[in-house]
């Protein structure tokens, strides 16, 4: 005798077949009920005046060659560092495809306000994958 009954219930017409979702249903679930959860993986932030949960990875900082004169650090021709970061927006919140070269702003007015200009933009299974990077001056 088991010690627990399992109920299943397929809904309530005979006449209609169950069938299990597909992969890409699954997947699309997980994107929304994992990875884009603001107690998991996303953060909400301001993306081109657009609230949006979004996921940033931040890869590198890059330092450029600079020399001391003065007393002061100077770099006049390509800054002081480049910061490499690459941003996962579901493409539902962010709207049409940002071009190579288009300046993004994340969180406009508040004291985290940054500015990148967009490197590359790949879109799969509904998520902008962008390459952004900014220098500081």
């Not at 929304?32 to 949006?52: G, I, M, P, R, Y």
């Not at 060659?65 to 579901?90: C, M, P």
Request: proline content about 3%; aromatic content about 10%.
């Amino acid at each position: 005798m088991a010690l627990f009954e399992l109920e299943q219930d397929f809904g309530s017409d005979p006449e209609t077949e169950w069938k299990a979702p597909t992969f890409k249903e699954c997947a699309a679930a997980d994107i929304d009920l994992t990875f884009f959860e603001q107690d998991e993986h996303a953060d909400l932030h301001t993306v081109d005046e657009k609230e949006a949960l979004v996921i940033v990875d931040d890869q590198r900082l890059k330092e450029h060659n600079s020399h001391w004169e003065a007393g002061a650090k100077q770099n006049f021709d390509t800054g002081l560092y480049t910061a490499s970061t690459v941003l996962y927006i579901r493409v539902k919140d962010y709207g049409p495809k940002p071009k190579v070269g288009k300046h993004l702003v994340m969180d406009k007015g508040t004291s985290q306000q940054r500015t990148y200009s967009i490197l590359n933009c790949e879109e799969e299974a509904g998520i902008y994958r962008i390459t952004m990077e900014r220098t500081r001056q």
